[in-house]
T-cell receptor, first 115, second 116 residues
Framework: NAGVTQTPKFQVLKTGQSMTLQCAQD?????MSWYRQDPGMGLRLIHY???????DQGEVPNGYNVSRSTTEDFPLRLLSAAPSQTSVYFC??????????????FGPGTRLTVL | AQSVAQPEDQVNVAEGNPLTVKCTYS??????LFWYVQYPNRGLQFLLK??????LVKGSYGFEAEFNKSQTSFHLKKPSALVSDSALYFC??????????????FGQGTTLQVKP
C-alpha cells in the first residue's frame, strides 16, 4: 500500500491564482481531512469528509473548497490564493467515519508559498 | 469548544534521562486523546491514544502517556530518552459524541531535543 499520497510536494503561486492540492489514499478509509501547519500554531483542520459525497468545515475553511466524489480522493482547492495561505498542507485519513477512536495516517505534505 | 495546550515550546533532556512532554485539554464529554510525532520534513506519525480504560497507555518506540481526568492532562513520557527521539510532538483531542465527529484538535507542538 502506498498509504496517503499528496501532490505536488512544493508549489509557488502568485496572489489570485488558483490551484488544487491532490490527496489520495489506498486503504479504503472513510474519513479524510485536510490540515494546515503554521509555525507555533500546530495543525489546524480546514475541511474533512466522513465518506464519499459528504464534506464539512473545520476550524479554518475560508478560502478553501473540497469535494469527495470517491472514497480514494479528497482534493483541496484554493480558488484565489492569498499570501496568508502560505503554509504546509497535510492530508490525513482514518478508518471509520470519525476520529474518535482511530489514528490518522498522514501524507508527506505540500509546501505552498503564495507571493 | 475543544482545546489543547502544550505549555512548553521546547523540552531539552540528556540522553538516558527520563522525558516528559506536557499536554492539557478541554473538551465536552469524555475525551479521546492522541499523541503524534513529526520528524523534519515528514508527515505526522501516530504514537499512542487514550480512549477508555487504564489511565497509563503504552505506544510506539517506548513512549507512554498518563491520562489524568481530574487535572485534564495527558502527558507523554519515556523512561530513557534517545537522541533519535528528537522531533516535534503534538497532542490532539476529540470528544465523545456526534458533535465531535471529525474534529480532532491539535496543540501547537513541543520540540523535544535530546542531547548526547
Amino acid at each position: 500500500n502506498a498509504g496517503v499520497t499528496q501532490t505536488p510536494k512544493f508549489q509557488v503561486l502568485k496572489t489570485g491564482q488558483s490551484m488544487t492540492l491532490q490527496c489520495a489514499q489506498d486503504m479504503n478509509h472513510e474519513y479524510m481531512s485536510w490540515y494546515r501547519q503554521d509555525p507555533g500554531m500546530g495543525l489546524r483542520l480546514i475541511h474533512y469528509s466522513v465518506g464519499a459525497g459528504i464534506t464539512d468545515q473545520g476550524e479554518v475553511p475560508n478560502g478553501y473548497n473540497v469535494s469527495r466524489s470517491t472514497t480514494e480522493d479528497f482534493p483541496l482547492r484554493l480558488l484565489s490564493a492569498a499570501p496568508s495561505q502560505t503554509s504546509v498542507y497535510f492530508c490525513a485519513s482514518s478508518i471509520g467515519q470519525g476520529v474518535g477512536h482511530n489514528e490518522q495516517f498522514f501524507g508527506p505534505g505540500t509546501r505552498l508559498t503564495v507571493l | 469548544a475543544q482545546s489543547v495546550a502544550q505549555p512548553e515550546d521546547q523540552v531539552n533532556v540528556a540522553e538516558g534521562n527520563p522525558l516528559t512532554v506536557k499536554c492539557t485539554y478541554s473538551v465536552s464529554g469524555n475525551p479521546y486523546l492522541f499523541w503524534y510525532v513529526q520528524y523534519p520534513n515528514r508527515g505526522l506519525q501516530f504514537l499512542l491514544k487514550y480512549i477508555t480504560g487504564d489511565n497509563l497507555v503504552k505506544g510506539s518506540y517506548g513512549f507512554e502517556a498518563e491520562f489524568n481526568k481530574s487535572q485534564t492532562s495527558f502527558h507523554l513520557k519515556k523512561p530513557s530518552a534517545l537522541v533519535s527521539d528528537s522531533a516535534l510532538y503534538f497532542c490532539a483531542v476529540t470528544g465523545e459524541g456526534s458533535s465531535n465527529t471529525g474534529k480532532l484538535i491539535f496543540g501547537q507542538g513541543t520540540t523535544l531535543q535530546v542531547k548526547p
